[in-house]
């Protein structure tokens, strides 16, 4: 059974930072890719940030790129999103989850266990 668990989540200030920690239970977190992804009220959940399971590899929507970064310490079992220069359409749940296998599209039907969600919240 793999368990994730996010935190970090909160309010922020438009043009502020916030970082989501995702830790995962089980020795085989490391041989695993990593995603975030993220749900606003009434809208579908959608994809935000993608890692390797070495960490080489990492894969950004257009939306985040640039202000936002993906990472992990397979060590502490833990993946990290570090949200900078946040805006008001930012605001949403981010759920951490991981990744079955090879993808092109980063849709969460590839992503089997699911953290349940942080809430970030960015004011204008």
């Known amino acids: 059974q793999v368990q994730l668990v996010e935190s970090g989540g909160g309010l922020v200030q438009a043009g502020g930072s916030v970082r989501l920690s995702c830790a995962a239970s089980g020795r085989i977190f490391s041989t695993y890719a990593m995603g975030w992804f993220r749900q606003a009220p009434g809208k579908e959940r959608e994809f935000v940030a993608d890692?390797?399971?070495?960490?080489?590899?990492?894969y950004y929507a257009d939306s985040v790129k640039g202000r936002f970064t993906i990472s992990r310490d397979n060590a502490k079992n833990t993946v990290y999103l570090q949200m900078n220069t946040l805006k008001p359409e930012d605001t949403a749940v981010y759920y951490c989850a991981r990744r079955t296998g090879p993808t092109r599209t980063y849709s969460p039907s590839v992503y089997d266990y699911w953290g349940q969600g942080t809430q970030v919240t960015v004011s204008s």
């Open positions: 890692i390797s399971w070495s960490g080489g590899s990492t």
